[in-house]
């Protein structure tokens, strides 16, 4: 007799809703709905959500129409289709009786839509599930909204924890670095050139003999070890050549040289030349073979843990003369 019935928003809808932001924000609502919380980019902010919750906490709370509203809508709709019920009195009543159970604008909403939709005068069941359709639509809007504002505020506490350890982590790294300096003076590096230093290890090729793995590294850094402490130094300097070099400031074969010239044991040689280089007085200075495979054998030349406890036994030899 007749298909499925299915509402859908339509643009009209939202020019005359009587809530307007829900119906603005529908299909992003309905598609957080139907998605993890945790994957979905795009989140409604806080103001908006309350406004939402209010507009439907406000639509699901109207009253049923009353009989006469009912049966007006009854009649248009029966009035809409060639073919009458063969009793009519009784459907009218019937189909009445259900429409009274569901606010006005509800009922007038389905009933739109059934003449829409429908080429046969609907059974009241299917009257019901039109209105049931338009109603849990608007439950699904506020599930959606208040499981939003859920996901919102903890997607808030979770970026506050992180910066809170971050603070916390950058305020250790410092002080330990500060103390390293103290100790060690120009051989150790400042807290502002950690992050380079771990990027030359992220360029380097893994597993080369006598290279010292990242971990390793910063254990050993942690404890205030010597080597580990002139290592740290040489991965600056090629971290903070590899930053430039991604900058366009200087070239493949001068971030190159610079780790060659960090292998060599001359870290504070480089860093001149990177200084200037940052300062628009790029030197004359280049290597031989300059490839992303010869970056990294340098890379890791510079980083072998025999080469850094010898540097840093000669340092300490010199500081103690």
């Given at each position: 007799m007749s298909k499925d019935i299915v509402i859908r928003p339509v643009s009209a809808v939202a020019e005359f809703s009587r809530m307007p932001t829900a119906e603005q924000h529908a299909d992003t609502l309905l598609e957080f709905v139907s998605r993890p919380a945790d994957s979905f980019r795009g989140l409604l902010d806080a103001r908006t959500l309350a406004v939402i919750a209010d507009e439907v906490n406000a639509v699901l709370a109207t009253p049923p129409a009353e009989e006469r509203e009912a049966r007006t809508e009854i009649a248009v709709m029966i009035g809409s289709f060639p073919r009458?019920?063969?009793?009519?009195?009784?459907?009218?009543?019937?189909?009445?009786?259900e429409a009274s159970r569901?606010?006005?604008?509800?009922?007038?909403?389905?009933r739109r839509t059934i003449v829409r939709t429908l080429?046969?005068?609907?059974?009241?069941?299917?009257?019901?599930g039109a209105c049931e359709?338009?109603?849990g639509r608007r439950r699904l809007l506020l599930i959606a909204a208040e499981r939003m504002e859920r996901e919102r505020q903890r997607r808030e506490t979770?970026?506050?924890?992180?910066?809170?350890?971050?603070?916390?982590?950058q305020a250790h790294r410092i002080a330990h670095h500060t103390a390293l300096r103290n100790e060690f003076g120009e051989l150790a590096i400042d807290a502002a050139d950690f992050e380079d230093a771990v990027t030359a290890y992220r360029h380097a090729p893994p597993g080369l003999p006598g290279m010292v793995s990242l971990a390793d590294w910063l254990r050993a850094h942690d404890g205030a070890q010597a080597w580990a402490v002139a290592l740290g130094r040489r991965?600056?300097?090629?971290?903070?050549?590899?930053?430039?070099?991604r900058a366009g400031v200087v070239g493949l074969d001068?971030?190159?040289a610079t780790a060659a010239t960090a292998a060599r044991g001359e870290a504070e040689e480089a860093l001149r030349m990177l200084d200037r280089a940052e300062a628009g007085d790029l030197p004359e200075i280049g290597h031989p073979t300059a490839d992303l495979d010869t970056l990294r054998q340098?890379?890791?030349a510079a980083l072998d843990r025999d080469a850094c406890e010898a540097e840093a036994e000669d340092f300490q030899a010199r500081r103690a003369a």
């Open positions: 009458q019920p063969d009793n009519l009195a009784v459907y009218i009543a019937a189909a009445a009786k569901w606010p006005a604008d509800v009922v007038r909403e389905a080429k046969f005068l609907p059974s009241v069941a299917e009257l019901a359709s338009i109603q979770e970026e506050r924890r992180r910066a809170a350890a971050e603070a916390q982590r991965a600056a300097v090629i971290g903070y050549a590899l930053r430039l070099q001068f971030a190159v340098q890379i890791g």
